[in-house]
């Protein structure tokens, strides 16, 4: 059930719309499993689920215009989809800057033949927020849509300016944001996980945000990544992660004795999301404001190489495809390929692939700002034997090529996971040609 509610930020109460938690419920199944899951839409808009780094049938992606007609207030929708690949995947709706609202969650495909040991696991979902407190999504959409010009008439309240990042290669995000959340909860009243030392603990970190990318550490422990976007990776130790909006990555972390802030620096905007890690008898962690881990190794995902039972087998492409990514800050006029997305006619500027051939991808980044691309349907490797992902971060004025197998036929979303990005038009259609 989606429907309005409020939202409790340690004391401001706020108006939004959620799954009936925020995050909505984990749902949790192994692998092969069928997901059988009814929406029923309580909101007073149209709305859709998509189900997030997926490679499912294609009537179940969730995108109004390609792959269902919108579920319309009062209505309900049956999703119906086998889960085949293990992995840390989540659910939010594909319709405006609902994304912005509470409406998402995780889904947990679990390993029937899980090769990792832990003794327990956390989800750890990252948000930004403002609905129902400065404003709701849909006003911060209109206000960006106008461009710089909004701002400079002195009309803007939404728009962040200055907000930089040399990880993020300049400008790190558009949008000003009251809070920052880890699983639903503001910094002053924290997520708390208990444990108790030694125990080992696989992370799962889901960047639910619509605008802001996190850079995530646990005081006094190094983290070692073992999943990116539901695939395993070569594991790699590091103090801290970059996670873009969209991306998961998996970690394992043994804990100390203690009491620890878990942060989620939110990437250029100084400020941050806080969770606490407590075991034995610890007090409060004694500055929860600044951790070290946060300023050594940050890992991101061109470090990470997948592992070979789940790495493309060696093969020419068959054909080559580019989605440069275009448009500005100013004119808010994103777009890939010089053409914004038009909901009326989805196909425009389509890219297309036959069945059975082994794609070669380049996201070409002409912008002055980063962008999560992310691809539907699909799990793509980066070139050179890097990590299978769906979403990746694709720096200004940077080039990221991936390749994938064209083996799940349909008209596939490819867009940036920037919420607002994607809105205003920064969207095309992957699809399938007849021969
Ligand atoms: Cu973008």
């Not at 389509?350 to 794609?359: F, N, P, Q």
Request: charged content about 15%.
């Amino acid at each position: 059930m989606a429907a309005p509610t409020q939202i409790d930020l340690a004391g401001t109460i706020a108006n939004t719309w959620s799954y009936g938690a925020i995050p909505g419920p984990v749902i949790r199944v192994s692998a092969g499993d069928t997901v059988q899951a009814r929406l029923r839409n309580g909101l007073p808009a149209d709305t859709s689920v998509h189900w997030h780094g997926l490679a499912l049938r294609n009537d179940m992606d969730g995108v109004p215009g390609a792959t269902q007609a919108p579920i319309t207030s009062g209505s309900d929708f049956n999703y119906e989809f086998v889960t085949d690949q293990p992995g840390t995947y989540w659910f939010h709706p594909h319709v405006g800057p609902q994304l912005d609202r509470g409406l998402y969650g995780a889904l947990i495909v679990e390993d029937p033949h899980e090769p990792l040991s832990y003794d327990d696991e956390w989800v750890i979902i990252l948000d930004d927020w403002l609905d129902g407190v400065t404003g709701t999504p849909d006003e911060v959409l209109t206000e960006l849509s106008s461009g710089m010009g909004g701002m400079m008439s002195g009309s803007g309240s939404h728009m962040l300016m200055g907000a930089r990042s040399s990880l993020l290669g300049g400008d790190a995000g558009d949008v000003a944001y009251p809070y920052f959340l880890i699983n639903g909860r503001p910094s002053a009243d924290p997520e708390t996980f208990t444990s108790i030392a030694g125990t080992r603990i696989r992370l799962r970190i889901i960047n639910a945000a619509s605008d802001t990318a996190f850079r995530v550490a646990l005081g006094g422990h190094r983290l070692t990544v073992t999943h990116s976007d539901g695939y395993p990776v070569n594991p790699v130790a590091t103090d801290a992660i970059l996670i873009g909006m969209g991306e998961r990555y998996d970690a394992l972390v043994t804990l100390a004795d203690g009491a620890f802030p878990l942060i989620a620096a939110a990437e250029g905007k100084d400020s941050n999301a806080l969770a606490i890690v407590h075991t034995g008898s610890g007090g409060l962690p004694v500055s929860a404001a600044s951790i070290p881990e946060l300023s050594r190794t940050v890992l991101t995902a061109s470090m990470l190489s997948a592992t070979s039972d789940v790495s493309l087998p060696q093969r020419t492409a068959d054909r080559e495809l580019t989605a440069t990514l275009t448009g500005s800050m100013m004119a808010y006029d994103w777009s890939i390929n010089g053409r914004r997305f038009d909901p009326a006619n989805p196909l425009a500027g389509a890219l297309g692939v036959l069945e059975g051939e082994r794609v070669r991808l380049r996201i070409e980044n002409t912008t002055q700002m980063w962008h999560p691309f992310h691809l539907h349907g699909h799990t793509y490797q980066h070139a050179g034997g890097g990590p299978r992902k769906d979403t990746s971060i694709v720096l200004p004025g940077k080039t990221l090529t991936v390749e994938f197998d064209a083996d799940n036929p349909g008209l596939w979303a490819a867009h940036c996971h920037n919420v607002y990005h994607a809105e205003s038009g920064m969207m095309t259609v992957l699809g399938y040609l007849v021969s």
